[in-house]
């Protein structure tokens, strides 16, 4: 298995709501990411996990959440979220052994805060 | 400090034609340099990367890039193009102080007329 799945595909929210990302992969990469991408515009590197592990936060607001249940999984938790949070969010992961390791992307999920 | 520059906010081709896509970098040492395709509504492919070793570097679906040290340059070449090949496509460099973060260049859009 090759592919790195994320749910939902799409997600639109209240900004008083919580609601929850998924990301899976089987490839038994130790690194996990979280990007942010605007329209047209590249992704924006949001967190890091390698070995279940954070290891990157790129000055994030508290209102996401990251986790990391196993080597497998990766979610991440948003509440109370602005109209500008609306983006495809983008998980990736990458054997992460040495730095010339590709990144695998999944499909995105497509967030809309009203 | 590290970047990568795409000059070309857009280039267009006829189907057929050899297509170019620029990517400078600046980084000090030597660059891991990648190249990412992004289809509308979807995440980003992987299509090729350098690390070392041969300067031209053969990827997916037909494409190449040929890096150049001397001109810090690592364009993406297809010898014929397609209309399928019409996409968002991202150059990137390792970053040199944190091997999991990867720098993007802005992207450059592809239009593959008939």
């Known amino acids: 298995d090759t592919e790195v799945t994320q749910t939902p595909k799409h997600l639109v929210m209240g900004m008083t709501n919580k609601k929850s990302l998924k990301c899976e992969q089987h490839m038994g990469h130790r690194a996990m990411y979280w990007y942010k991408q605007k329209a047209k515009k590249p992704p924006e590197l949001m967190f890091v996990y390698s070995y279940e592990k954070l290891s990157i936060n790129e000055s994030v607001p508290s209102r996401f959440s990251p986790e990391c249940p196993n080597s497998s999984l990766l979610n991440l938790h948003l509440h109370a979220l602005q109209p500008e949070d609306s983006a495809l969010y983008l998980c990736?992961?990458?054997?992460?052994?040495?730095?010339?390791?590709?990144?695998?992307f999944g499909p995105g999920t497509r967030l809309t805060v009203l | 400090a590290q970047s990568v520059a795409q000059p070309e906010d857009q280039v267009n081709v006829a189907e057929g034609n050899p297509l170019t896509v620029k990517c400078t970098y600046s980084?000090?040492?030597?660059?891991?340099l990648f190249w990412y395709v992004q289809y509308p509504n979807r995440g980003l492919q992987f299509l090729l990367k350098?690390?070392?070793?041969?300067?031209l570097v053969k990827g997916s679906y037909g494409f190449e890039a040929e890096f150049n040290k001397s001109q810090t340059s690592f364009h993406l070449k297809k010898p014929s193009a397609l209309v399928s090949d019409s996409a968002l496509y991202f150059c990137a460099v390792r970053d040199m102080y944190n091997t999991d973060k990867l720098i993007f260049g802005t992207g450059t859009r592809l239009q593959v007329f008939p």
């Open positions: 990736a992961s990458s054997q992460g052994l040495q730095g010339g390791d590709e990144q695998f």
């Open positions: 980084v000090s040492g030597n660059p891991y």
């Open positions: 350098y690390i070392t070793g041969d300067n």
